[in-house]
DNA sequence: GCAGTTATGTTGACTAAGTCAACTATATAG
DNA sequence: CTATATAGTTGACTTAGTCAACATAACTGC
């Protein structure tokens, strides 16, 4: 925890400095940074009453009303008077405030790119993942809706870092797993048959969210496998997603049922199952991942 | 890059109104932000100069002045004078001030930590990464120190995926190269060896920054693979010591030669090799990432 | 050791930023 | 119709931040 604290006070005073340094770029003399933030809200949310970005962005109602008056006069904004509310006078651009808005937007795009001239296709990649991980893991409760897609190369193995270092803090299964999450997730990959088996990944603002496999057992039974969500992504609705989109894949490939091994210890993963119509048929204890567990066998049978 | 610099931005305005409600929320009535910050950087340095203190906090030298005379009024710090430079003014925190300062830092830590209230152990530590990623890919020559370390839970399987996104993204090796590399770290996590094998990270500020890992081939000879460093945590000299890493274990288990796979495009790699003594012995162009490439094989002989 | 230059820190004079409460005009609830 | 609430404006003010001039001390090259 103290470690975790001194890393983010680390963090929020070098990114203090970095966005000081960038503003003090992209800004001309034309505005200034209140200014320029006003315009951007004006031109996110035109047109748009005084009192919403007084709100939004958080300042005096007065410094509001003397900044709006002091864009007028320069020309960039007008004010509307509204029927139905003769009190208030909705903001919008006028054609000059396009022009402003825009030439302050490219300047802040080249700014920001100009940081990013120094870094390769991965790295910005890795810059893009490390914000918006962050800005989940700050704001859980942010408006995002997430996708289904293929895996990318090397998230499938990105899936067995990420399960063996969940179940190693919430359940303490350590190295065990942690070869078997490898060894399965290497199987899937080398024996991989595109029209019958399957992986998908939960993207969430570009950023992986969760996963889940489908593999060929044979005799028209396919096994669901690896299935699990970010921490930073539930209550989203994401395993169920994963579970449906390979539900729907098994009954258009064919199968004749699904099958699919858990632990009882898993709660959040057995309330999917049981939600998407799987029946748990039989349990086992064993000891694969060092402390005995029990595991259980669930299946759904797909009548088409 | 468009989709980046998007990224960029919504994550700075997130980041901003997050960092200013956060502030808020920490200081009291005692000190305005710019004192707290000018004393948390008095404390973190002291003792300290005035320019010095100027040129990290980036502000006015007058006003600087102004708000140190302030601090000094308050009986928070005190000013020396120094006999090897005259015009300077060390400053120092008072008694008194070291108390404000543990005060607000103690504010300060009470409201990071209500913010993390709601994260879970392996959320945080994904935020620590995140953020601290973040800040290296931003600024890739901050002076920070790397230790080398055995790899954690999960961090082996993470190296097949950050091997696969390198390798391709710089060499368009895809998915071919993704199971090998799979299977490789799969292998060596089932057939680990704690005597005579190993795995080495490279740790910078928490975060995995490379990694190397050392298997036996039988008859006194040991294969090092898997070497990689990731593309933030470039001319460090993290290459150089993860191999030297693997020298000094193989020499230690008393193996009489190291060798290893390469490939001719892959530079930066071979240029740490031959810094470490190792010598191209044969190569051979082989198809198992696709498109012909030519590998090489290298080899150490370890005398003792 | 001395002129010229540069660095450290202070001060006065100023402008810009931000706050607060009083005020007008309009809407809404009862 | 009255009481109350909301939208936006304005005057009077405080605080924050800037700029250039200044005093003092240190370095540089002769």
Redesign the pocket.
């Known amino acids: 925890m103290e470690t975790t604290i001194e890393a983010i006070r680390t963090f929020n005073r070098f990114f203090t400095r970095h966005v000081g340094a960038m503003n003090a770029r992209f800004l001309d003399t034309d505005a200034?940074?209140?200014e320029a933030r006003l315009l951007f809200e004006i031109a996110r949310q035109e047109p748009v009453?005084?009192?919403?970005l007084?709100a939004d962005l958080d300042?005096?109602?007065?410094?509001?009303?003397?900044m709006?008056?002091r864009l007028e006069n320069r020309g960039w904004i007008m004010?509307d008077r509204c029927e139905?509310?003769?009190?208030?006078?909705?903001i919008r651009l006028t054609e000059a405030g396009r022009v402003a808005f825009s030439q302050m937007d490219q300047r802040q795009r080249s700014a920001i790119a100009h940081d990013l001239s120094c870094l390769g296709p991965v790295e910005q990649e890795d810059l893009v993942q490390a914000l918006t991980r962050a800005r989940l893991l700050l704001d859980p409760d942010a408006p995002l809706s997430f996708t289904i897609r293929a895996p990318r190369v090397g998230e499938v193995s990105q899936v067995a870092a990420r399960q063996s270092i969940l179940y190693a803090e919430s359940h303490g299964w350590g190295r065990e797993l942690e070869v078997l999450e490898a060894e399965t997730t290497a199987a899937f990959l080398r024996q991989f048959k595109p029209d019958c088996e399957g992986g998908w990944v939960a993207d969430l603002a570009g950023v992986m969210a969760g996963a889940v496999f489908l593999t060929d057992e044979g005799q028209g039974v396919a096994r669901l496998r690896l299935l699990h969500v970010e921490p930073f992504a539930r209550r989203r609705g994401i395993g169920d997603a994963l579970v449906h989109t390979c539900i729907d894949f098994a009954r258009e490939a064919g199968y004749e049922r699904i099958t699919l091994w858990t632990h009882t210890v898993l709660d959040a993963a057995r309330r999917i199952y049981t939600r998407n119509g799987f029946e748990c048929i039989s349990t086992d204890v064993h000891h694969e991942f060092g402390e005995p567990v029990q595991g259980e066998t669930w299946q759904l049978i797909l009548n088409p």
Chains 1, 2 share one sequence.
Do not use: F, K, V
Request: charge should be positive.
């Open positions: 200034n940074l209140a009453q005084a009192s919403t007084q300042i005096d109602r007065g410094y509001l009303s003397r709006t008056a004010r139905a509310d003769a009190r208030t006078r909705p």
